[in-house]
C-alpha cells in the first residue's frame, strides 16, 4: 500500500474493458448507526467520466500526496489513506457497497429529482469484470460525496436550442473528476476526510477498541478495568485503538513487577502494589491507552526491539 501501487493499479487500468454503472446514494440512520441506500441510474456512456477522472487522479493528487496507511489521525490534505479491501475496518462496508450497486435497481434520471428516490448524498462509478460462467472477476469504484443533479427548484436551469434560449425542465447533470474514495486492486483509498462518515468508521473504531480490550481485561494488567474502559469508550480515544499493538501489552505482562516499574515510568504511567497499571485517573488512563497504540513520544516497540525480538513499528 505505498504511492507506486496505487499509481501502478491506476495506470493498468483499462477502463473500457469494464462493464460500468453509475449509482447514487442517500443516508439513512439506524440501529447500527448510518446505512447507505443505494440505487443506479439509467445512464450509458459513461466510460469517458470514468476515465477522465482515472486521468485527474494520475496527474493531480496521486502525484501530489504520499499514501500511507489509513489511520483516523491522517490528514488527507497531506496524505491519501489506503486499506486493504478485507481490513474489518472497511470490509462490511466495502461488501455492502459493491453488492447493492452489483445487484441494485435502475431508475431514469427524472425520478432522482421528483423527489421519488431518497435524497442523494453521493454517488459512484462501479465496474466489473466477469468470467464467462457470470463470476465476478474484477471490481472498481470511484467515489464521490455531492449530489450531481442540478435541480431547477434552487435555480432556474436554461439551455439553448439553435438561437432560442429556454428553460430546462429536463435532469442536469455535473460532474467533477475530483473523487474522495477509490477502490482499485483489492485497496481502498481515502483521498478526502468528507466521506469517512459513510463508512461508519467511528462504529468501527468502537468496535476494533472492544476487541482490544478483550485482550486487555485476559492480560489482568490494569487495576480497574471499567475506569479504564470508561476512558476507552470516546470517540477521540476508541479510533486509537486502530494503532493498538498487542505485543506492548504482551511484553509488559511477561516482566516482573520490579522491571515492569522501571519500564512503565518512563511513559509516566504507575503500578499498585500488585503490579498492575494503575487506572486511578482519566490521566493515568489516558497515558496507558498511548502507550499500548504507539502514540507516547517515545516509541515502546524501539525501544522493547533491542532486548526483545521484537520488530520496531516502521
Known sequence: MDTKTLTESLRSLDVASLTWKFALYGTRKSRDGLEL???LCNMRGINAQVEASREYLLKKPVADKPVAAYTPFLSDKENIGAVEKNDEMIREQVADILLNIEKGQAYPPE???????????????????????GQVQEQVLFMRRGNPFLSGTAARLFTGNGDEI????KPILKFT???DFLLVGNVGYFLS?????DFALENRHFAIAEKCMGNIADASIVSDYERLEQTVMTAKNARK?????????????RLPI?????????????????GCMDTFDPEQCELIIDLLCGRSCLDALGRLSVGSNITPRE
Open 258 to 274: 520490579v522491571e515492569r516499574q522501571d519500564f512503565l515510568s518512563t511513559y509516566g504511567v504507575t503500578i499498585d502494589h500488585e
Open 166 to 169: 429556454a428553460p430546462s425542465n
Open 37 to 39: 441506500e443505494w440505487n
Open 111 to 133: 425520478d432522482f429529482l421528483s423527489g421519488v428516490l431518497p435524497k442523494t448524498v453521493g454517488y459512484a462509478f462501479y465496474g466489473d469484470r466477469k468470467d464467462e460462467s
Open 241 to 253: 485503538f486502530i494503532d493498538f499493538d498487542k505485543r506492548i501489552l504482551e511484553h509488559i505482562t
Open 193 to 197: 476526510s468528507s466521506i469517512e462518515k
Open 177 to 179: 473528476t475530483a473523487v
